[in-house]
């Protein structure tokens, strides 16, 4: 199999793929690396470091629709492409090229929150559940059949960082298991129900901005989805001047949000108790 997935989130499907005796992954396919950080370091992709451990061949395609990429990654001869998270569509003739197709694990229970921010709007929606999907890749985004799909109950509490944690928990196992059924012949696709399909969009920093006379429990969600990207983020008053001011950690009790952490801009992360002492 060829493996296609870039952040630590798909690192850690391929981890689960590595291990398994059962799977053979002859080559990874990631986004070229990027700068990182104040100072720009130019940094690989979580899956193409874990590749290179074990010794595993990696493509780093600028152009999708690239000759060489696609003759490289044909001649692997994989049977099955997995992706998870990779970060781009792929063009229809790398779906072509696997003899069982392409694979995708997406976190949600689709058709609902079809697109790149699964995880993030469930809890912004307040949810109760969401979950995870393994679905056949076609031409249109998360729209092909599904394979094999797990609910996972959304807590109160939920961050993205604590769902990312259960999904990668119950969907690794899920991946493994609904592979090898698939490849026994043991699992027939079933179309998703598209008119019931819902979707989400491409999270930018402008998203993270939040207006603290909302609505505490609305405040409150978008808080817990929106930490590390793109952060919530919302604007006060210092000395007659606005001071962009991020909201780090909050909670949310009988009706009322507290902020707890709050980092001010050009400043450190510090309470909210910190923060008005500051401003007196």
């Known amino acids: 199999m060829a493996f296609f997935g870039t ?18 992954v002859v080559g990874v396919i990631t986004q070229p690396d990027e700068p990182v ?3 720009k370091i130019l940094t690989a992709p979580p899956t193409k470091i874990l ?14 629709k ?3 990429f696609l003759k490289a990654v044909e001649s692997l001869k994989a049977d099955v492409f997995i992706i998870v998270a990779y ?25 609902k929150w079809r697109g790149p921010s699964p995880m993030q709007s469930a809890i912004v929606a307040g949810d109760s559940e969401t979950g995870i999907s393994v679905m056949k890749i076609d031409a249109e985004m998360d729209h092909g059949p599904i394979l094999a799909q797990k609910a996972i109950a959304l807590q109160p509490s939920e961050t993205v960082e604590s769902l990312t944690n259960t999904v990668v928990h119950v969907g690794v196992p899920l991946l493994l298991e609904t592979l090898k059924t698939y490849h026994a012949g043991m699992i027939k696709p079933v179309e ?44 006060l008053e210092r000395a007659g001047k606005p001071l962009r001011v991020k909201i780090l950690k ?12 709050v980092q001010p801009e050009g400043g450190k992360p510090m309470t909210w108790a910190d923060f008005e002492r500051g401003q007196r």
């Not at 993270?208 to 609505?215: K, R, T």
């Open 7 to 24: 952040p630590d989130f798909s690192a850690r499907f391929l981890q689960g793929l590595i291990e398994d005796p059962y799977f053979e």
């Open 37 to 39: 950080g104040r100072k």
């Open 51 to 64: 590749a290179l451990e074990k010794c595993i061949q990696v493509f780093q395609p600028v152009k999708m």
């Open 66 to 68: 690239d000759e060489e």
């Open 87 to 111: 970060g781009r569509i792929l063009p229809q003739a790398l779906l072509e090229l696997p003899r069982l197709g392409c694979i995708n694990v997406h976190p949600s229970l689709l058709p």
């Open 192 to 235: 998703q129900d598209h008119s019931r399909a819902t979707f989400c969009k491409l999270l930018t920093r402008e998203d993270g901005q939040i207006n603290l006379v909302d609505d505490p429990k609305i405040l409150d969600q978008k808080i817990r989805a929106y930490n590390p990207w793109p952060g919530t983020w919302t604007i």
């Open 250 to 261: 909050a909670k949310l009790e009988q009706g009322m949000l507290e902020l707890t952490q």
